[in-house]
């Protein structure tokens, strides 16, 4: 192990251990509590995990119906319950949809919970439509306890050396900003590599990065994962990276994706589910039998779904969010029913496999890539209401968007040039402003569609 991995264990232990002692009331010591609260609570059956879901559910719904304005007017027309006694109760509360969101607005937030207390965030839509929506502390605290929960069930510590291969949060520079964040992946062990340049020599030095960073654990997007991996075959490299797991989220991960990152890096993959908006989902364990949901914090129900497919829609109550609630909340995917138990004897129930949320690779000319989880964190902040980008088959791109009226010539401007950017300038890029977006069959939009070829690159060389 280099030098560099111990000094940073050793002050990602000390961090995640003795600070939250001496500042008990501070970030890290109210996010240790709350771990620590829920320390074998999925080991529970799962009747004593409905009883816990049920208390928080009949809070949730008796708060939502007195103080939110729309359930307030739902109670009030008597179309939802303040109270369940069985899980098919919460069936009479009506589906809350990412348009009712849109059109209900402020009419969603709690009229009795402090505004300085919430704030304003935004999903950039991976079915192809940026939503926005209101959070609060409290609600966060305890989804970032749900995401440490899932770490433990691929058999990793707070404290575990972990790299993301993962989009960037902001696309312009800030000095400031950086420096922040470099400090704070020091001291909780952290890497970061932007997933969003995947060229050859991108891939060459995420390849160094993690070489030298020794993770214990790689979490990136399916498709950046295989990428990177790929990469990896062709140069005829074999990793000694990470040491214990891959956890592949925000993308569903297809069993031909898993195979080939078990083989490239020699540990078990775990598929992780969740959503911005959200947060943690669900989140699979050792025996790879479905996804064990994050019942402290989320309430899963399955729904058929409307096109015939036998496929079941995914509709999710946030139990510990009261500032503006999502009660069976539509997230917009398709998942394998019914739900079931596993045979690790955990009492969460798990979801078999997870369809939706599926985004393709940009291809580029010269053999590198871009994730399609590109544009729905380019797009959440920039008044784009919903979009497609279609790849053709000479690699030129076009991107329909529908803009709102918030959107300024600035915002405009900056999306063509980070586009451009980031696709270089071998590939035409076409922008138009539209007024709508065709749906597929299934009624979700196709984000990101690539018809360009997929191996233009080396072939890949076995791992020996």
Known sequence: MHVRSTVRGVVSALYSSAWPLLRPNGYMGRLRAAMRARTGLEWTSPGEVWDRQKTRLNALLATAAQHVPYYRRLAAEARMPTRVDRPEDLTAVPVLTKAIIRQEDEALLADNFPRNLMYRNAT???????????????????????????????????????????????????????????????????LFID?????????????MRLSRFEPDALVGYSSALVELAAFLRREGLRPDYPRRAVLSAAETLDEVSRQILEQTFGVQVYDRYGSREIGLIAMECDRHEGLHMDCENVFVELADDPDGSGMRRILVTKLNQFSMPFIRYDIGDLAEGPLSVCSCGRGYPVLKRIVGRVTEMIRLPGGGCLPGELFPHLF??????????????????????????????????????IIADRVGPTVPVQIRHVETIDRSATGKLLPVISHAPKTPRRAERKLT
């Open 380 to 417: 959440k902040d920039c008044g784009i209401a919903s979009y497609r980008v279609v790849q053709a088959a000479d690699y030129s791109l076009d991107v329909a968007l529908v803009r709102t009226p918030e959107q300024t010539p600035e915002q405009d401007a900056a999306l063509r040039r």
């Open 195 to 207: 997933c969003f340049h995947m060229s050859e020599d991108d891939l060459r030095r995420a390849h």
């Open 124 to 190: 950039g839509g991976s079915t192809g439509e940026p939503l926005h929506f209101w959070s609060d502390h409290t609600a966060v605290l305890l989804s970032n306890a749900g995401e440490a929960w899932a770490t433990t069930v691929a058999g990793l510590r707070p404290a575990s050396a972990m790299a993301f291969l993962w989009g960037a949060g902001r696309f312009e520079p800030s000095t400031r900003q950086d420096l922040k964040e470099s400090f704070l992946r020091f001291i909780t062990n952290r």
